[in-house]
C-alpha cells in the first residue's frame, strides 16, 4: 500500500481532501440533523463501494447486497438491545420489544450478544464468511450472469421473508428505539456527531482498500475475469477464488455499513434490506459509475440525498425518476457521469466497461 | 393418505401458478437470454385488464372469458413495446436489460398506483368456480383446478406453436443459433419482437388467473417474479419442458417445507435446494448442448 502512496502523491492528496471535507467542513456547516443525514448516506455509499468493486470490477450483478448489510445491522442491533434490557434490569434481562410480544425467556442464540467483542466479531466474520460459502458454491459450479443475479436477489426475498416470520427479532417491525451505543447515550448530540465520525472514517478505510484492491495484481485479474473468464481460466488461474473475494468484501463492507445504520437511524426493519431495497443499492453505484472508485460513493450519496429531499415532497414523482434513471442511466449512460468526461473528449473507450461487464 | 394427496394436491396446484407466471419468462429468457423484470408488471396488468374488464362487464363469468384473452394482449403489447423501445437496443447486454427493466417495473408499479390506488383491488370469482371438489378425499378448490387447467392449456398451446408451426419453428431456430438462423433468412429481430409478445402475452394471461386466488395491487407482480425467477433458473434456459419440471418440483418442495415448518422457513428451504440443485446441474435441469465457452 505505501508503495502506490508513495509513487502517487495525487492518491495522499485526494484522501487528505476528503478526509478534511468529511471530518473539519461537513460538521461546521450541517446543522445536527443534517449531519445525521448524511451519516446515514454514508453508510449507504460504504454498500456502494462494495458493490462497485463486485459488479463494477468483477462483473458480479449482486441483487442482494441487502442480506449483508441486513445481517450486520442486525448483529449490532440485537447488541444494542441486550444492552439496553441490562441496563435496566440487569443483566440477561430479555428486551423492551420481546416482552410485549410474549417472549419471557431469551432465545439461546440472543445470549452471546450482551458481549460486545463477540458482536463486533460476528459482525465481521459472519456475513463475510456466508459469502465466502455461497459464493465458492456459486462460482465453483460455473454460475454466472443473470443466473447469479437472480439467486442473490432471490437470497434477498428469502431473507426478508425469513425475518417477518422471526418474532424474536422483531418480525415485521424489526428492531428500534435504542438508547446506548456502547455506553454511549444515543440522544446526545456529541455522541450523534461520533457516529457521524464513525460512518465517515469507515466509509474511507472501505475506499481505501478498494483502491489498494484495484491497483493491486488481484485487481488486475478481478478485471480480466470479468471481461475474459475463460481466457483467465485456459491461463491456469481459478476464476471462482477471484470472484468469491471480490464477493465476499462486498459483503463485508455491507455489513459494517448496516452495523453503523442501526445506531445512526435507530431502527432496522426486513423492509429495509429487502429484494427492491437492495436493487436501490445499484441506482447510484451505475449513475456514479460502475467501475470506478469514487463514482459509486457519489452516486450513492447523490440518490439518497435527492431520495430524502424529493420523495416528501413528490412520492410518487420520485419512483418516476428513480424508474427513469435506471433506464436512462444504464442504456444511454453505462459507464455512468464518470464516462461523461471521456465522451465530451471524444476519446473513443474501446471497451466500455458496460459492455464488458455484459 | 389424506395428508399426502393434500399435499400432492397443494405442490401441483403452487406449482401450476408459478408455471403460469414462468413459462413466459421463460420463453423470453430463452430467446434473448434477456431477463425480463418488469415481466411481474405485466402480470399485474393482467390482474388489473381482469378488474377493470369486471367493472365494465358486470357479470363474473362473461368478465373472465373477455379478461383472459384481452389480458393476452394486453401484456403482449406492452412486451412488443418494451421489446421495440428498450431490449432490441440492450441486447448484447443481458445484465444491463435486467436493471433497465427493473427500471420500467418500477415506473409500471407507480402507474398503477397513480391510476387504481395503493390498496388492493379484488375480482369476484364467477359462480361456476366457486366452493370445492371431492377429489380422493381431499376437498379442491374449483379455482386452483381451473388455474390447473389453464397452466395445462397454456403449455400445450406453446409447445404446439413451437413444435408445429412455422413461427415456432423460427423460434426454435433462433434461440438454436441466432447467426445460422439470420443466414437461412429468418428476421431475427422479427422473431425476437414475436417471442417478446406471446411471452408477456402468457404474463398477462398469468396475472388474469391469479385474480381468482388472490386480491390485486400495485405489487402483486413483484411478489410472484422471484419464484418465477427460480423456476426458470432451476429449469434450464428456454426450455418449456425444464420450466414445467421445475414449476411443480418447486411448488412441491415449498408445499413439503410447509407442513413441516413455516411458510417464511419454507422459502429459505427452497432457495436452499435451488443453490444445493445447481451444484449438480448449473445450468439447469434442461440444457440445450452447445459448444460455446459461455
Known amino acids: 500500500m505505501n508503495r502506490f502512496f508513495a509513487s502517487r502523491p495525487g492518491t495522499w492528496a485526494g484522501f487528505a481532501a476528503a478526509a478534511a471535507v468529511l471530518f473539519g467542513l461537513a460538521p461546521l456547516v450541517l446543522s445536527g440533523f443534517r449531519l445525521g443525514l448524511l451519516a446515514q448516506f454514508l453508510c449507504y455509499a460504504i454498500v456502494a463501494v462494495g458493490i462497485g468493486l463486485a459488479w463494477g470490477r468483477g462483473g458480479m450483478l449482486t441483487l442482494g447486497q441487502g442480506v449483508f448489510f441486513g445481517m450486520g445491522a442486525y448483529l449490532m442491533a440485537m447488541h444494542l438491545k441486550m444492552a439496553d434490557a441490562a441496563f435496566r434490569n440487569g443483566p440477561g434481562a430479555v428486551p423492551d420489544f420481546m416482552e410485549l410480544a410474549g417472549i419471557r425467556e431469551l432465545p439461546a442464540y440472543w445470549a452471546p450478544f450482551a458481549s460486545p467483542v463477540f458482536t463486533i466479531a460476528a459482525i465481521l466474520l459472519l456475513p463475510t464468511g456466508f459469502a465466502v460459502l455461497l459464493g465458492l458454491a456459486v462460482f465453483k459450479r460455473r454460475v454466472k450472469g443473470a443466473y447469479f443475479a437472480i439467486l442473490s436477489q432471490a437470497l434477498a426475498g428469502a431473507f426478508a421473508i425469513l425475518l417477518i416470520g422471526q418474532q424474536s427479532l422483531g418480525g415485521f417491525n424489526g428492531l428500534s428505539r435504542f438508547r446506548y451505543f456502547f455506553g454511549y447515550n444515543l440522544d446526545d448530540p456529541v455522541n450523534q456527531q461520533m457516529l457521524y465520525y464513525i460512518a465517515a472514517g469507515v466509509l474511507l478505510a472501505a475506499v481505501a482498500i478498494a483502491l489498494q484492491l484495484r491497483r493491486s495484481r488481484y485487481g488486475e485479474l478481478l478485471l480480466a475475469v470479468r471481461d475474459a473468464e475463460a481466457r483467465v481460466r485456459f491461463l491456469g488461474y481459478d476464476a471462482a477464488n477471484i470472484k468469491t473475494v471480490a464477493y465476499a468484501t462486498a459483503a463485508l463492507f455491507a455489513s459494517v455499513a448496516g452495523a453503523v445504520f442501526v445506531p445512526i437511524v435507530g431502527i432496522i426493519s426486513p423492509a429495509s434490506i429487502g429484494i427492491v431495497p437492495s436493487i436501490m443499492f445499484l441506482l447510484g453505484v451505475a449513475i456514479g459509475g460502475r467501475a470506478t472508485l469514487l463514482g459509486p460513493v457519489l452516486g450513492a450519496l447523490a440518490v439518497y440525498w435527492a431520495q430524502t429531499t424529493l420523495s416528501e415532497q413528490f412520492p410518487s414523482g420520485w419512483v418516476y425518476a428513480q424508474g427513469l434513471l435506471f433506464v436512462l442511466v444504464i442504456a444511454l449512460l453505462p459507464g455512468g457521469i464518470a464516462s461523461i468526461t471521456a465522451l465530451a473528449k471524444r476519446i473513443p473507450t474501446k471497451r466500455a466497461p458496460a459492455e464488458a461487464a455484459a | ?294
Open chain 2, 1 to 294: 393418505m389424506d395428508l399426502l394427496v393434500g399435499q400432492l394436491f397443494t405442490g401441483l396446484s403452487t406449482g401450476s401458478i408459478l408455471l403460469l407466471a414462468a413459462l413466459g419468462l421463460s420463453l423470453t429468457f430463452g430467446q434473448m437470454g434477456v431477463i425480463n423484470m418488469a415481466h411481474g408488471e405485466f402480470i399485474m396488468a393482467g390482474c388489473y385488464t381482469a378488474y377493470v374488464v369486471q367493472q365494465i362487464a358486470g357479470d363474473a363469468g362473461v368478465s373472465l372469458l373477455i379478461a383472459l384473452p384481452l389480458g393476452f394482449a394486453v401484456g403482449g403489447a406492452m412486451g412488443l413495446v418494451l421489446e421495440a423501445l428498450l431490449i432490441r437496443h440492450l441486447y448484447h447486454r443481458p445484465l444491463d436489460t435486467l436493471l433497465v427493466t427493473f427500471g420500467v417495473g418500477l415506473i409500471l408499479q407507480q402507474v398503477a398506483r397513480d391510476v387504481f390506488g395503493a390498496p388492493a383491488v379484488n375480482v369476484s370469482v364467477p359462480p361456476a368456480l366457486r366452493g370445492g371438489v371431492d377429489l380422493l378425499g381431499v376437498t379442491v378448490p374449483k379455482t386452483r383446478l381451473f388455474i390447473m387447467g389453464l397452466a395445462i392449456v397454456a403449455v400445450t398451446a406453446v409447445a404446439l406453436v413451437l413444435r408445429f408451426t412455422p413461427a415456432g419453428r423460427r423460434i426454435r431456430a433462433v434461440v438454436g443459433n441466432r447467426d445460422l438462423a439470420e443466414t437461412a433468412g429468418i428476421s431475427s429481430r422479427a422473431v425476437d419482437a414475436g417471442t417478446f409478445f406471446i411471452g408477456s402475452g402468457l404474463a398477462g394471461v398469468a396475472g388474469v388467473a391469479l385474480t381468482l386466488i388472490g386480491s390485486t395491487s400495485p405489487t402483486t407482480g413483484q411478489s410472484y417474479l422471484v419464484d418465477a425467477f427460480l423456476v426458470v433458473v432451476a429449469g434450464g434456459l428456454g426450455r418449456i419442458k425444464g420450466a414445467v419440471v421445475a414449476a411443480v418440483a418447486l411448488g412441491a418442495t415449498q408445499a413439503v417445507f410447509e407442513t413441516y415448518s413455516t411458510a417464511s422457513l419454507a422459502k429459505v428451504g427452497v432457495f436452499i435446494v435451488i443453490v444445493v440443485f445447481l451444484q449438480l446441474r448449473p445450468q439447469g435441469l434442461f440444457t440445450l448442448r452447445t459448444r460455446s465457452l459461455a
